[in-house]
């Protein structure tokens, strides 16, 4: 369905990326999930983008199931809602942020999130199930693959 | 430095899209991050990249402080390591991953992550530093800006 696909690529991120690695995807999303835009001409001015670039990003995000079409109210023009698919992209949109803050905002103005009703910060972790710990990225390896699915290391050296 | 901007956005996730977001950019990541791949050639055959695609991103990545070069061991080629700039990218790959896992997965089989050592399931979880809950996304906002930088939604809807 979309364009930018990675066939040989046996991986749950590649398929991500497959649905919302393209030019201005996630930064539609971030506009739906955290300033509630909903309109096509809201989007379009939050984003300075092109409108055949946005209608056909919104029509593919509709086709998977990541926005819905809703009726407006009061006879206004349609609304672009996420759906559960497209709101459980938001660790995506908050890694990216808390990245962000940390290695590249040149302003030092760091985005944050809060919890709605306690308004406490809310941020990501990495939680091991076993230990309770939050290992640190060497301490994360990829788990088991499933039988006859060479991982890209074995791929990548082969011998 | 990157063709990619997001100018008009003052937005740390669209900080991170422009040193991340190309095509193959967060493969070439995941694959040196969890298959210990470091050499072109390797990158080159894990992901079946055009050499010229693959050596302007691994550029870009030096540049940008996601990746080091360091000399092969016994006079081998060189070699692109992750520098802790770029090991920090992990939750992105991880977020990536768990929804891949969860929504685009056509083949039920999920990719897991271990904490190395103790072997326990590692996985993201946005937890909250006042009540130590886990918001579902719809709890979740963006946290309040500084003085003067309106949000996407004041720009979006003046009046």
């Known amino acids: ?31 739906a999930m955290f300033a509630g835009i909903t ?10 983008i092109a409108p055949n670039v946005l209608a056909k990003r919104l029509g593919e995000f509709v086709g998977a199931g990541i926005f819905e079409l809703r009726p407006g109210s009061g006879g206004s023009r349609t609304e672009y809602v996420l759906t559960r698919k497209g709101r459980e992209l938001q660790p995506i949109i908050v890694a990216l942020t808390e990245w962000g803050n940390r290695w590249a905002d040149q302003d030092d103005n760091p985005i944050t999130f809060e919890h709605e009703g306690c308004g406490g910060q809310v941020a990501l972790r ?30 990548a050296r082969p011998g």
């Open 39 to 48: 309109r096509f001409t809201d989007f379009q001015r939050s984003l300075d």
């Open 126 to 155: 990495m939680e091991c199930s076993c230990c309770d710990g939050q290992p640190s990225p060497v301490e994360v390896k990829r788990g088991p693959v499933g039988p006859g699915e060479p991982t890209s290391q074995q791929k």
């Open 1 to 31: 369905m979309l364009g930018r696909r990675y066939p040989g690529q046996n991986c749950s991120a590649a398929r991500t990326l497959e649905l919302v690695g393209e030019r201005w995807s996630l930064l539609i999303v971030r506009d």
